[in-house]
Nanobody, 123 residues
Framework: QLQLVESGGGLVQPGGSLRLSCAASGFTIDYYTIGWFRKAPGKEREGISCISRTGGATDYAGSVKGRFTVSRDNAKNTVYLEMNDLKLADTAVYYC????????????????WGQGTQVTVSS
């Protein structure tokens, strides 16, 4: 069974940091671009970051550029999202997803999805 499992979410104050992990099982991520997405209540799902198979290419949405950093450790079959200077607007459920294609922030081609992890930014 192809599976992605996100972890690392939680409650953090504005300006704080969190590190999300996306662990794959049932397949190796070596051949997959991994994307990070988030969905806030009442809003459409938003692509926020992606990292190519080798990590040589990354992309970020304007809303997180300069604050979030995506990385991967193929040996651990895991991708990470380091989130700094968190803002109230970053509150959402965060998902990772996999696709055998180039790094992209639109979600319709990703076909392996995790169950999501909640990130809440609140004072």
């Amino acid at each position: 069974q192809l599976q992605l499992v996100e972890s690392g979410g939680g409650l953090v104050q504005p300006g704080g940091s969190l590190r999300l992990s996306c662990a794959a099982s049932g397949f190796t991520i070596d051949y997959y671009t991994i994307g990070w997405f988030r969905k806030a209540p009442g809003k459409e799902r938003e692509g926020i970051s992606c990292i190519s198979r080798t990590g040589g290419a990354t992309d970020y949405a304007g809303s997180v550029k300069g604050r979030f950093t995506v990385s991967r450790d193929n040996a651990k079959n895991t991708v990470y999202l380091e989130m700094n200077d968190l803002k109230l607007a970053d509150t959402a459920v965060y998902y990772c997803a996999a696709v055998e294609d180039l790094c992209m922030l639109w979600d319709y081609e990703y076909h392996i999805w995790g169950q999501g992890t909640q990130v809440t930014v609140s004072s």
